[in-house]
């Protein structure tokens, strides 16, 4: 049973976990999308969903003229947002795109398994911006609506280098298997040659003392 236990460590001291979160929360308000594991992910949804709840709180604030409320809420979430470019979009487009949405402003869209160490990456996104509306890298859609997937047309020019390079290769091939046979041939030769002149020399030497000994 999981009774008391608030998040996942991740692997991670306190310290580089908590940098690692306010760095990614920073990158998806900067982006809006970013690929990262699925451990990872849910993580910084948790995160980023509490920083656009505080943001919407800021500017509505700021609008109906409360500044004291408005500049608390600007400071409690510069303690995760160190990027004051991304903080201002923070408060000053994402929250009040949101105005109206009571959660939910983050989805997470599986990617499959990463070949490296077989992780589950996923891609985590606002939702309903102007970056995530458009289709994301898996695949395009045309004016219909239809998934397309895109293809590379293969070049004439690659394919014919391709193609004498692998011909190239083979008569190279072919060329060293034929200098190995011959030199074996050549060797096979010479042993056979040294073994005739070791068996007359053996014979002579024989000849020569039986003759001695009459």
């Known amino acids: 049973m999981r009774h008391r236990v608030d998040h996942r460590k991740l692997g991670r001291t306190a310290s580089h976990r908590k940098a690692m ?36 709180k800021g500017y509505t604030a700021h609008k109906g003229g409360d500044q004291a409320v408005a500049l608390a809420h600007w400071r409690q979430a510069a303690r995760f947002v160190k990027n004051t470019d991304v903080l201002r979009k923070l408060f000053e487009e994402i929250a009040p795109h949101y105005l109206e949405r009571p959660g939910g402003y983050t989805r997470i869209i599986k990617m499959g398994i990463r070949p490296g160490d077989s992780a589950r990456t996923v891609m985590l996104e606002l939702v309903d911006t102007e970056v995530t509306v458009q289709p994301h890298a898996r ?57 005739v002149k070791g068996k007359t020399k053996a014979k002579g030497k024989g000849k020569a003392k039986a003759k001695a000994k009459k």
Do not use: C, W, Y
């Not at 219909?144 to 008569?171: F, I, L, S």
């Not at 060329?175 to 042993?191: C, E, F, Y």
């Open 139 to 195: 695949g395009i859609k045309d004016e219909e609506g239809d998934d397309k997937k895109e293809t590379k047309k293969p070049d004439p020019k690659k394919a014919k280098t391709k193609a004498k390079g692998k011909t190239k290769a083979k008569t190279k091939g072919k060329q060293k298997s034929k200098a190995k046979t011959k030199l074996k041939t050549k060797t096979k030769a010479k042993k056979a040659k040294a073994k």
């Open 21 to 56: 979160l306010n760095n990614m929360v920073t990158s998806l308000f900067r982006s809006e999308r970013i690929t990262t594991t699925d451990a990872k992910a849910k993580e910084a949804r948790r995160l980023a969903e509490r920083l656009i709840t505080r943001a919407k």
